[in-house]
């Protein structure tokens, strides 16, 4: 499994599902890319919390999503790179995602962040994926 992966489709689903709330594991790399999304106004909150699951104390991204009227929506997840195939890129061919409505994450050499803060950092890197 790709967690990545399965965070972002968690997210999409309780955006269509109508969900005001989410939980998911937590993981340095998950809280980059949602703090990401909150930026790019398709979530309007994250945040870690603490929980115990059977005897022992787990952390997990409480994730309040948008719903109607309240911000952008999620309509479209593309993961360009996964554990069998990795796609990088360079400063210039980073392109805007759906003419701008979309965001695209990358994971460079200063961390993970959108593909339009890697431009104006001049930086390239992994290309994870396009949420539009």
Do not use: C
């Not at 998911?24 to 790019?40: C, D, M, T, Y």
């Not at 994250?46 to 929506?73: A, P």
Request: a positive charge; aromatic letters at 6%.
């Amino acid at each position: 499994m790709y967690p990545i992966a399965d965070m972002l489709t968690m997210i999409r689903n309780a955006q269509s599902a109508s969900k005001e709330r989410l939980l998911v594991p937590f993981s340095g790399a998950k809280f980059e890319i949602v703090k990401i999304l909150k930026e790019a106004g398709f979530v309007s909150e994250v945040e870690r919390k603490k929980k115990k699951v059977k005897k022992t104390e787990q952390s997990f991204l409480e994730v309040k999503i948008n719903r109607e009227g309240q911000g952008r929506l999620i309509t479209g997840v593309k993961l360009v790179s996964k554990p069998s195939r990795r796609v990088y890129t360079k400063k210039s061919e980073i392109k805007p995602v759906m003419s701008g409505y979309g965001v695209s994450i990358i994971s460079t050499s200063h961390g993970i962040m959108s593909g339009e803060e890697a431009r104006k950092q001049n930086l390239g890197g992994e290309l994870i994926a396009e949420v539009w």
